[in-house]
């Protein structure tokens, strides 16, 4: 099944602590983005990614890092979380980017800095 | 740089009801996609919409493409309970490679 796997679902962690939230796509897809949903705020992009090794920061990228070494693998990376990082968090991938091809999303990764 | 606002930001209706979220750009649109999220669930694309004036349905679903590109609805005929979620609009400004979404309308249908 063509799917966007994220994990894990829920983290509750403390303020400082490293985490790194896994993404995994299984349709060969180029781009892969980061997103963080706040309520009142909609979805807004952190970090994307073209292509393998290519990455580029989003819109709020303050606070966290990404990779792409292979193409289906896009991990998030929180060095040192805070408390205003806490959100709901979605990856999602499409053919390419800047195409017409629709965005498809993870499941989303619930997230707690306390 | 490039905005998109949506409205409302919530709308409550009955069931039976007509419902229309409205998304503006402050640039000029190559394309816009339509996402549904339903409640604890992830954005599901619905639909795009690519040529100036351009409208589609699906099913109850009516979904316009401004003349200028600029503006983008959703409408929702004789609502639902299956139609709760929240409905964003994603917007890629002419020359770039990048969805900028609305803040998104939550919907919620009172049976």
């Known amino acids: 099944e063509a799917q966007v796997t994220q994990n894990p679902r829920y983290l509750i962690t403390v303020t400082g602590k490293k985490l790194t939230v896994t993404c995994s796509q299984n349709m060969n897809h180029e781009y892969m983005s980061w997103y963080r949903q706040d309520p009142g705020l909609g979805l807004r992009q952190i970090y994307y990614?073209?292509?393998?090794?290519?990455?580029d920061k989003g819109d709020v990228p303050e606070g966290y890092k990404v990779s792409r070494k292979e193409k289906r693998n896009f991990p998030l990376i929180l060095e040192s979380p805070s408390p205003n990082q806490t959100s709901l968090y979605f990856c999602?991938?499409?053919?390419?980017?800047?195409?017409?091809?629709?965005?498809?999303f993870g499941n989303g990764t619930r997230l707690t800095v306390t | 740089g490039q905005q998109v606002m949506q409205i409302p930001q919530y709308q409550h209706v009955q069931e039976g009801e007509d419902f229309t979220t409205y998304c503006n750009s402050s640039?000029?649109?190559?394309?816009i996609q339509w996402y549904k999220q339903r409640p604890g669930g992830h954005p599901v694309f619905l639909i795009q919409?690519?040529?100036?004036?351009e409208v589609k349905k699906q099913k109850r679903l009516t979904f316009q493409f401004g003349e200028a590109k600029k503006n983008s609805s959703l409408h929702i005929t004789a609502t639902q309970t299956t139609d709760v979620g929240t409905y964003f609009c994603a917007g890629r400004a002419s020359g770039t490679y990048k969805y900028i979404f609305g803040t998104g309308t939550r919907l919620k249908v009172l049976a």
């Open positions: 919409l690519v040529k100036s004036g």
């Open positions: 640039t000029t649109l190559s394309n």
């Open positions: 990614s073209m292509n393998v090794e290519v990455t």
């Open positions: 999602a991938s499409s053919l390419f980017a800047g195409s017409n091809s629709p965005l498809h």
